[in-house]
């Protein structure tokens, strides 16, 4: 009699736990509730998924690189640029400084050149040279038709390959521009005349 009761308790629950289960899988089809610990994922609605297709179509891979910046509003992004600013006149410097009130604005360097030039040029002497003879008889001759041509010439010697020579010179002039004139004047008169330099004693 005990396994009678025993093998009928036994079938009694088995039955009962068969009815519940049969039962709530006819609930979960008829509602379609998700089934706990399977169906964790929550059905989307149509709404949901037009969203998701409207992110998708803006999506740019490269605002990552781009950094993290605000998008602009709608009014700002329509705007024009505005055009640049020009760029602030810059200052005078005191280089430009001497040229505006009227002063020289030549090199420092150049007009320590020019200086120099200038002393150079006043180290020498220019000699306009009519004639060098051997004797002297010849020379002073030389030294007479220039003086009727209205020159004043003199006569010098000096020695040149063991020889005694005598110029005929007029000069000193204290500048090449005066002894070129005087040399211009003596060849317009059919006299040979040299452009001699020689340094200041």
């Not at 150049?110 to 003879?133: M, N």
Request: no cysteine; proline share 8%; hydrophobic share 40%.
């Amino acid at each position: 009699m005990k396994g009678q009761r025993g093998g009928f308790a036994l079938g009694l629950i088995v039955g009962l736990l068969a009815g519940l289960a049969i039962a709530l899988a006819v609930a979960l089809y008829i509602t379609k509730a998700p089934v706990p610990f399977i169906d964790k994922v929550p059905q989307r609605t149509a709404e949901q998924d037009s969203a998701e297709v409207e992110r998708n179509k803006r999506w740019d891979p490269n605002a990552p690189l781009a950094g993290k910046q605000p998008p602009l509003p709608a009014a700002a992004a329509s705007a024009p640029t505005a055009a640049p600013s020009a760029p602030p006149t810059a200052a005078r410097t005191p280089a430009s400084a001497p040229a505006a009130q009227g002063g020289s604005t030549r090199d420092p360097a150049a007009i320590l050149a020019g200086q120099s030039t200038d002393r150079a040029a006043e180290a020498f002497v220019y000699f306009v040279q009519t004639g060098a003879f051997t004797r002297t008889e010849d020379a002073e001759q030389e030294r007479a038709r220039l003086a009727m041509l209205g020159f004043t010439a003199k006569v010098s010697e000096r020695e040149q390959a063991g020889k005694t020579m005598y110029r005929v010179r007029t000069g000193p002039y204290g500048t090449r521009d005066d002894a070129e004139a005087v040399q211009g004047r003596l060849q317009a008169a059919n006299i040979d005349a040299r452009l001699v330099r020689a340094e200041k004693p």
